[in-house]
């Protein structure tokens, strides 16, 4: 099996360095989507730190028909491609629908699966059959071994490269609760690389009114503790003002303060390869 998920120059996984996967939860204006793409960039690159850029065209999972979705397949296909050519990053969006696979293939790298269509099978199957890589985000209704029989659909239909995402489980209403053994639990059983999303991980799913809600204050603590726990990659929505983000601001964090996170969390990598590499 794939232990390791390689992305052009970016290689996720077993004996690879920690990875990023960042970006606006949505494309907001394509103006916005470069910027923050420009940014992630100019932060990692000092660091070392390998980065995957990512950003939804449509966000078909909101709490009220009234809130921002995004540009929608076309053009904000054409906005993620223009960040991989301009940028030179691997670039990841989420589908919904099985027909949405194959477009998106043709401007990204990895196509996502929702935490909440984690289970459907066709979704799964015709993303694995694009050739791009696939991430599946764990549903908050999922065990973690159960996640082997999601990552089985995506490697029977032909793709080699899959992922999975621990973003919490449903802890009561409106609550999640993040069980870090679920990260080694997953890599162990399903065989691949294990993201952790510590943004959504935060969230208080419909808490806010016509809106998810969430406690932005714990990300660093819940990505300080997954990388502790293992996790090959840590996701994060940021935005350069999340009180002003059209989704999911309640769970982004400040691109400006972006930089000390992720260099406590490559000093706590270190630590954990040097305990891993006694003999």
Known sequence: MATVVTLGSVSIGAGQPLALIAGPDVIETPALADEVAERLVAICRPLGLPLIFKA?????NRTSIHSFRGPGLDEGLTVLAGIRRRHGVPVMTDIH???QAAPAASAVDILQIPAFLCRQTDLLVAASR????VNIKKG???APGDMTHAVEKCRD???DRVMVTERGATFGYNSLVVDMRSIPWMQREAECPVVFDATHSVQRPSAAGGQSG???????HLARA????????????????????LCDGAVSWKLDDLAPLLDSLLAIRAAVDRVEARP
């Open 226 to 245: 997954a990388v502790a726990a293992g996790a090959d990659a840590v996701f994060m929505e940021v935005h350069p003002d999340p009180d002003r983000a």
């Open 140 to 142: 908050q209704f999922v």
């Open 130 to 133: 694009t050739g791009a890589a």
């Open 97 to 99: 629908e099985p027909p």
């Open 56 to 60: 939804s065209f449509d966000k078909a």
């Open 157 to 159: 239909a032909g793709c």
């Open 214 to 220: 969430g406690t932005r204050e714990y990300i660093p």
